[in-house]
């Protein structure tokens, strides 16, 4: 059949680098950096709760917005750590992993040609949602290497079309964590126009320095017009579990409900329950060990990035870091990304993933959510760039 019958969308879609590297990367036989998989140990609570549901028969669909008792674990989750105030039975919606999420709240809630303004380097698949929807990415770009907001930058990027704002902090792939002015800055704004705004906050316990996360719905007047993103992927090293949610006042968490009823019927049943054992058993302890334990690979790594020659912008949060490649051969980022795979055995994603313009070209981002192991692997491997 004609090639031309796909969907037309499609011509801006197609798979993206972070996918490709990893490809490449099995290919080469190299270590993988360019994929946060997170292959790092389960809390031993969550996988015993899962396979405790799967042998007692919660093997069927669960509601459509998720079980009760993750809903019930994620209401006071979110006023506990996020000074959130969420009804379970109509403010939260379970979703197949974060982007499940995201994406349902675009269905539900943008318009073909509404513009969204997004913060760059920005996060791939948060522009190819909004593509998907048919809905217009507007960059309002953050100045490296600490990437600061300036004050006006978000004011410019409204039009007459624009409906929403999406922040994502701590930030993929920039490790961007937005201070509570800078959020604030962001809210007036969206109030001033009448905006949403959208938050990815998947990587909420991964802070560094001692800085501390604040979500854009504990603001006043923004819990109304927030569609709160999260997921515990990350946190409890599940990714390839998909469970995540999303939290919103109850006329804009229906549509998001509705839309993920049609596309996932439901998150995993029995892995809900795993996520919910986890929330509610974990103590505070086990998040700063966290903290902690991430803060020192990303020392390690950055230490080493920067001996090599690839000045690293050091992360304030989450488990990416963006390199300056310049050194390196080769015109653009992916030539660089290809340089270290094959000469070093690391796989890398090219910058212009998350740029815009040719600003990109100039970086490789790099996850160092790896064991320990690994990543002294990769340090050692890095190493040989310098």
């Known amino acids: 059949m004609d090639a031309q019958r796909t969907n037309q969308r499609m011509a801006e879609l197609g798979h993206s680098e972070i996918r490709a590297m990893t490809q490449a990367c099995v290919a080469a ?19 015993a709760a899962a396979a405790e549901a799967m042998a007692c028969g919660k093997n069927t669909y669960s509601r459509f917005d998720g079980l009760s008792e993750l809903r019930a674990a994620l209401a ?9 105030q969420a009804d379970p039975e109509t403010d939260i919606t379970v979703s197949a992993g974060a982007t499940g999420s995201f994406h349902t ?32 990415p507007v960059i309002a770009t953050l100045a490296a290497p600490d990437w600061t907001l300036a004050p006006d930058a978000v004011d410019r990027a409204v039009t007459s079309r624009t409906k929403a704002i999406i922040v994502n902090s701590p930030g993929n792939p920039s490790g961007k964590v937005f201070t509570r002015e800078e959020l604030e800055d962001i809210a007036q704004v969206a109030m001033q126009h009448d905006l949403f705004v959208f938050t990815d906050e998947i990587y909420e316990y991964f802070l560094y320095d001692g800085r501390r ?14 569609i709160t993103v999260g997921g515990y992927s990350k946190t409890f090293s599940i990714t390839g579990w998909r469970i995540g949610y999303s939290v919103a006042a109850p006329p804009w968490a229906q549509a998001i409900g ?34 902690k334990e991430y803060q020192h690979k990303r020392d390690r790594f950055c230490a080493t990035l920067a001996q090599a020659g690839l000045p690293p912008a050091v992360p304030q949060g989450a488990y990416y870091v963006l390199a300056d490649a310049t050194r390196l051969p080769g015109k653009n980022g992916k030539d660089r990304a290809m340089h270290v795979l094959n000469t070093a055995g690391v796989a890398g994603v090219p910058g212009e993933a998350f740029f815009s313009g040719h600003e990109g070209s100039r970086y490789i981002r790099f996850s160092y959510a790896k064991t320990d192991v690994d990543l002294d692997e990769a340090c050692r491997r890095i190493a040989r760039l310098s």
Request: aromatic share 6%; glycine share 6%; proline share 7%.
């Open 213 to 226: 996360h604040v979500s854009m719905a504990s603001l006043p007047g923004m819990a109304e017009r927030t």
């Open 76 to 84: 006071l989750k979110l006023a506990r750590d996020n000074d959130i």
């Open 29 to 47: 036989g190299g270590l993988n950096m360019a994929q946060g998989v997170c292959d790092t140990p389960v809390p031993s609570v969550v996988l």
């Open 258 to 291: 509705a839309m993920n009823d049609l596309l996932y019927v439901c998150a995993p049943t029995p892995l809900q329950v795993g996520v919910a054992a986890g929330i509610q058993e974990l103590p505070d302890a086990f998040y700063c060990q966290l903290a």
């Open 105 to 136: 709240a675009c269905l539900a809630l943008l318009n073909p040609g509404d513009e969204v303004i997004l913060f760059e380097p920005f996060y791939q698949y948060h522009v190819s949602a909004l593509r998907a929807v048919e809905a217009v």
